[in-house]
């Protein structure tokens, strides 16, 4: 789940995303204060829009909201109370982790890029890198599907040139660190990284 409020550019409208891929055709429902957001042919919902957002939620931020269990309980409320039926279920496991690159191997339909197996605690993710220093043996930070970067990009599944890849491996300029290298190229941690821990990034 994504959210977003900026009041000055937007209004009093908090703009919530519940699906990674974009609408087709929308189909928009009403609700009290709430703008339920449809995909026409198959009536999910993927979005949904809260008008009057500060007479439900306390907010002083301008763009991306960080979505915490606070947050969604009271979001959930809003919802109850102008009679929205939409379900959140929120997935609130770190989505920036500490990676371990097992294996690295050219891409077959890409000279820039490299097919990753990284094993960042539970499982271990396909990722396709266009990296320089990316290499086997590495420890790297990882952002998730479901991860919204710094710059408000939200982090999904995909398909590069034929192979798939499951989440991100990070810069430090993309992490938004001070004082990042503007050299292209991965942020390589410290050995004694522990695999699967949560990697804090700077407050947005």
């Known amino acids: 789940m994504k959210v977003a409020y900026n009041k000055t550019h937007v209004g009093d409208v908090l703009l919530v995303q519940l699906a990674t891929e974009s609408i087709v055709k929308t189909e928009v429902e009403r609700a009290g204060d709430v703008a339920i957001l449809k995909e026409e042919s198959t009536g999910e919902i993927k979005a949904f829009n809260l008008f009057n957002a500060s007479k439900y939620l306390d907010l002083d931020v301008a763009g991306n909201v960080e979505v915490t269990p606070e947050l969604v309980q009271k979001i959930e409320t809003a919802l109850t109370t102008n009679g929205a039926e939409i379900s959140l279920d929120v997935d609130f496991s770190p989505k920036f982790v500490v990676g371990y690159v097992e294996a690295k191997e050219k891409h077959p339909n890409a000279d820039k890029l490299s097919v990753c197996k990284v094993n960042v605690g539970d499982e271990t993710l396909q990722i396709v ?35 798939d890849s499951f989440g991100m491996l990070c810069s430090a300029r993309e992490l ?4 990042a290298p503007e050299v292209k190229g991965i942020l390589v941690l410290e050995d004694s990284a522990e695999v699967g821990s949560p990697f804090e990034i700077p407050s947005r």
């Open 129 to 163: 890198c266009g990296a320089p220093n990316v290499e086997a043996g590495q420890k790297v930070v990882v952002a998730k599907v479901g991860a919204v970067m710094p710059s408000g990009l939200l982090i999904k599944e995909g398909n590069l040139r034929g192979e």
């Open 176 to 179: 938004a660190i001070p004082g």
